[in-house]
């Protein structure tokens, strides 16, 4: 068993070993491991004990003690004092079995908070509280300490009825009204969401299987909304089986969203997109670790006439340093509901693994609107089926009644430092006669593929430029220039579509 562990050519040597020399080789392996695990445990161990035991900011509340590995007594992380007056759910009649209802307890706590003229922090202590959806209010903080979990009640009948969004005219998946979010805010300023990396449970699951048998009349709700206000702060939490959409800012300004994990099965989760950013506007997502039943990011700004007529652009959003998995759809989507707009957005660093697609943009006539000014940077693929994708012909409608001649326009895609590996096919651009891409840049590719086939490259009514060395070989409607940006060889005007679906 031992010898299964190890590089063959260590195996090889093992076996010429005689039996004492062998076992005596093994012994003394194995006291030197234990050793060294024993000294980086310890050492580890010292280092975290340190970590944890300072906070910057004052201390509401006793500090607590746990035990460490070795035994060792320290001091749970303290919670800090982020607003003048700071709460704890308990003092509302809070319970955390996991069992007992807190909606009022939350509400409560939320009123005595609205009535403050600094505002207030409530502190979620380490328990699992049990709860219906329940509202925010301004110039509030939710702390969720370590060890806490808000879990959201799993029967439909204690989740409000909203009307459909505006830009949307539609429930998205049933018409009519919508169920609210578990936590949800409107109209609000100066919200910040944060704590020691405590968690919000949706508890999806029966909301998944109620949706795929259709015994919902309406459409689930969010984990997370956050309407028409500005100044948010989602920080230093987990985010997790959310029955739809995880977290959703809508039509929201100044908005940072940072150190946030977002988890649901990759597979039997339908619709658990982690961050749908939706008619926002300067927004940035950064240091996330994102892996749910649908797309990680997806940006939104309506849907088909609604969106033309709510006319409320998603713009200015930077989106960076993330790990994202999205076994079912794409790591990062644009679209398919951007009838309002979307532009000047920035995707830089990220780690695309094990996914359907990597980078989507999606949209259809009837959308209108327009996706421009998209910059994406240092792309890693790792065992993606499709790497880049921009599809024109995503025909989902809220109704019949949208303008089958509202063709969106799509225009200024750069694509900089894309490389990985196990990817089957590595760009697929789909443009059409009534929506073409146009001004489409890639520098400095290299992707290793799993498919070997002449169109893997695929393009059909698209035209851009291409700088330096570009693995694999870029179709023909680009113009090639070299490193210098020097035109080595014109675009050829081709619009036979190259598209294979079958790969």
Known sequence: MVENLLPSRFQSHLQRLDPKRRLSSLLASHKTLFFTFLWIAAFGSVFIWQRTAYVAGSVAGPVGVKFTIFGRIKPTQPLPRLRPVVFDLKDFGGVGDGFTPNTEAFERAVTSISKLSGGGQLNVPPGRWLTAPFNLTSHMTLFLAEDSEILGVEDEKYWPLMPPLPSYGYGRERPGPRYGSLIHGQNLKDIVITGHNGTINGQGQSWWKKHQRRLLNNTRGPLVQIMWSSDIVIANITLRDSPFWTLHPYDCKNVTIKNVTILAPVTGAPNTDGIDPDSCEDMVIEDCYISTGDDAIAIKSGWDQFGIAYG???????????????????????????????????????????????????????????????????????????????????????????????????????????????????????????????????????????????????????????????FPRPCENFDVYDEEGRLVKPAAESNVTDIDYDI
């Open 312 to 470: 409320r652009p998603s713009t200015n959003i930077l989106i960076r340093n993330l790990v994202v998995r999205s076994v079912i759809s794409a790591g990062v989507s644009i679209g398919s509901e951007m009838s309002g707009g979307i532009s000047n957005v920035t995707i830089e660093n990220l780690l695309i693994w094990n996914s359907r697609r990597g980078i989507r943009i999606k949209t259809a006539p009837g959308r209108g609107g327009y996706i421009r000014n998209i910059t994406y940077k240092n792309l890693t693929l790792d065992n993606v089926r499709v790497g880049i994708v921009i599809k024109t012909d995503y025909n989902e409608h809220a109704d019949d009644n949208f303008d089958r001649k509202a063709y969106p326009t799509l225009s200024g895609f750069s694509f900089t430092g894309i490389h990985g590996q196990g990817v089957r096919v590595p760009v697929r651009i789909h443009g059409s006669e009534q929506i073409p891409v146009r001004n489409v840049t890639f520098r400095d590719m290299s992707v290793g593929l799993t498919y070997k086939k002449k169109h893997i490259f695929q393009c059909s009514f698209v035209k851009g430029r291409v700088f330096g060395s570009i």
